[in-house]
């Protein structure tokens, strides 16, 4: 029997299955255009997205790379040290008695501690780069949520040697102050980044070796300062503050040749590794004071090179009181009438006033500029001041600019001043940092070469000047007799300014003594600038500062082998020693033998206080050998430093570890 479906019944069927088939053709659609989306438009962002579930990208940051000496030894350097955090969710409910406890053991402020704890969070530091015993100590209180992690520790070795030069780093490893500070971007190094994998339980595993070497660690930094030269400075330094009862003291050597510094020093010193607030400031380059006389030297020259002072001519200094519009200029030493020279080794102000009015205004501005007062040295730290030459329009202001006074510098300014009188009236730019190099590959990443500023005189007029500052050391009565070197001439020039009052005007019992000069003075090898910031008692700069200079430049000349040059000029007896409210008086060290043997001979250089690799290696390129007797740094040598001997001598150096 035959069933049939009529009409009506299979159109229904007919456009039910075309429903379902257009509703199946557009579901098919939708997904098409889903997948497309999900993996052309959206790819990247899902993929990334799936990336994150698995790989996770970790920083890694090199070690902070070291700073050395111009000889190769350590200044600064970074080593492994662990930190104490804790997990306060997994701190014992007793946590007022731990804590108490670890705070106690870390010598950290408890309140402190319980302050940073109370925080919402996993994670609270309790003390970064603990030494190991404290670090042993944590341990030995089995305290839960408490827990290590390594970081890096800066250290300083030479402890306060250039600490203000230096600087130091942060918590987090940046540069703060000093050489950490302007070269730490070369210091830090370049970051890596290693990728972890994680497992399905959320598990981490290494997934790629991590980098090289050569970029776990900054490029090493080395400067021009050399380490001996730096100890001797700080210490002749600080014994003078000391005696003169004075705030503060700085000192720059440099080579006037090239403009390398060789020492930079400040007092009070600075401890690195353990930076005091008060301390840190790298005053000699940094601090702005009015120089005072040593601006003589600058103003004769230039007065010189414009023609306006004859080197023969004589010049009526006022017997020591000379009116200038309205007020009246002193010299401390009344003088009548006086050649260049003799105004120059007694420091005249009212004929050095004189000589500015010849040159006038404009005149007397520009030949301060043009020896680098008023601009930047830049010589690379952060924050130093330009200085400033003001135009000088009123005419005392002609007046006592002329011999150093309304006017504003830093020690390093006029010590590179001097310096382009030394080297024959170029001015050139001072620099700290000789090269960067990189430590695994010795690859020099940046390298400093001498830079001519400007020619500020004549070698003539420098020739000159050089000989009248001869005469400031060697005239029975010229202010710098206390800078006399045994063996070799001095040429220099002393200062000693008023210090503005904060109300106006001068103090009467405050004052900036300084000496600037340079040795030999036939054939410099060193530029030296000694500065005191309110002696008390002696105020003089040729009292205070000559002496300081003279140990610097002995110590300078000898450790660089330096020949005695011409006849020897006896030097300048030390002080008699005073009662116990004055000044504490050194004995005289006896003055090394420098008269020549037969036949080609060497000075022996000065190696107390050198670590005895940079001894020996000092000796080496003097062409000596040496006898080592014991470990550490030098403690004595024989024969003494400056003592002429043959090459191939043999220099017994007798070691102890430092204490």
């Not at 080592?628 to 403690?635: M, N």
């Amino acid at each position: 029997m035959r069933i049939g479906l009529d009409p009506r019944s299979a159109r229904w069927i007919s456009t039910r299955i075309g429903i379902v088939g257009a509703g199946m053709a557009v579901a098919f659609a939708l997904v098409g255009a889903r997948a497309v989306y999900l993996q052309a438009v959206r790819a990247e962002q899902l993929g990334s997205m799936a990336r994150d579930q698995y790989v996770r990208q970790i920083e890694q940051k090199p070690r902070r790379g070291s700073i050395t000496d111009r000889n190769g030894q350590l200044l600064a350097k970074s080593a492994e040290a662990e930190s104490v955090f804790l997990d306060p969710r997994e701190f014992p409910a007793s946590r007022g008695r731990d804590l108490a406890r670890l705070a106690r053991t870390l010598q950290v402020d408890p309140k402190a501690l319980e302050r940073r704890v109370a925080q919402r969070g996993r994670f609270a530091w309790v003390k970064r780069r603990v030494s190991e015993d404290e670090a042993n100590q944590v341990r030995a209180l089995h305290l839960a949520g408490v827990d290590f992690v390594k970081e890096t520790r800066r250290y300083y070795p030479a402890r306060e040697v250039a600490g203000q030069v230096l600087g130091f780093v942060g918590d987090d490893g940046e540069g703060l102050e000093g050489v950490e500070r302007a070269w730490d971007d070369s210091l830090q190094g370049e970051s890596s980044h290693i990728s972890l994998l994680r497992d399905a339980h959320g598990r981490s595993l290494l997934g790629e070796a991590p980098s090289p070497g050569r970029t776990l660690e900054g490029a090493r930094v080395e400067l021009t300062i050399d380490q001996g030269l730096q100890v001797a400075t700080e210490r002749a330094l600080a014994r003078a503050v000391e005696q003169a009862h004075a705030v503060s003291g700085m000192a720059v050597a440099v080579n006037p040749a090239t403009g390398e510094i060789l020492a930079l020093a400040n007092v009070p010193l600075l401890n690195p590794n353990v930076p005091r607030r008060e301390d840190m400031r790298n005053r000699a380059v940094l601090d702005l004071f009015e120089p005072g006389s040593t601006m003589k030297t600058f103003v004769l020259a230039r007065a010189l090179e414009e023609g306006k002072l004859k080197p023969n001519e004589v010049l009526f200094c006022e017997n020591g009181v000379f009116p200038v519009g309205g007020h009246v200029v002193h010299d401390h030493k009344g003088l009548g009438w006086a050649t260049p020279a003799r105004v120059m080794s007694a420091s005249s102000n009212i004929c050095a006033a004189k000589i500015g009015i010849r040159l006038g205004r404009d005149r007397l501005q520009q030949a301060l500029l043009a020896f680098g007062l008023g601009e930047h040295t830049q010589v690379g730290i952060p924050g130093e001041p330009r200085g400033a030459v003001p135009y000088p329009r009123p005419e005392i202001s002609l007046a006592t600019m002329s011999f150093g006074q309304g006017l504003s510098a830093t020690a390093l300014q006029i010590t590179m001043a001097m310096a382009s009188i030394a080297n024959g009236g170029v001015l050139v730019k001072p620099w700290l940092v000789r090269r960067v190099v990189d430590p695994a590959t010795d690859e020099v990443l940046e390298e400093a070469v001498p830079t001519p500023v400007r020619r500020a005189v004549s070698p003539e007029t420098a020739a000159q000047v050089t000989r009248w500052l001869v005469g400031v050391v060697e005239e029975p009565d010229g202010t710098g007799r206390r800078a006399r070197l045994e063996g070799w001439r001095v040429a220099g020039k002393t200062g000693t300014a008023q210090k503005a009052d904060p109300g106006g005007g001068y103090s009467a019992d405050r004052h900036f003594s300084s000496f600037v000069g340079f040795a030999p003075a036939s054939e410099p090898r060193v530029a030296i600038g000694v500065f005191v910031d309110e002696p008390r008692g002696e105020i003089y700069g040729g009292e205070v500062a000559a002496p300081v200079f003279r140990e610097i430049a002995e110590f300078a000349l000898k450790a660089k082998g330096v020949r005695p040059s011409g006849p020897p000029q006896p030097a300048w007896p030390p002080s008699r020693p005073r009662d116990r409210d004055g000044p504490l008086a050194l004995p005289a060290e006896p003055a090394p033998r420098t008269a020549p043997l037969a036949g080609p001979g060497v000075a022996v250089p000065a190696l107390e206080g050198l670590p005895a690799r940079a001894a020996l290696r000092l000796l080496e390129a003097t062409d000596l050998d040496a006898d080592v007797r014991g470990t550490g740094r030098v403690v004595a040598q024989v024969p003494r430093a400056g003592n002429v001997v043959g090459r191939g001598s043999r220099v017994r150096l007798v070691l102890a570890p430092p204490g």
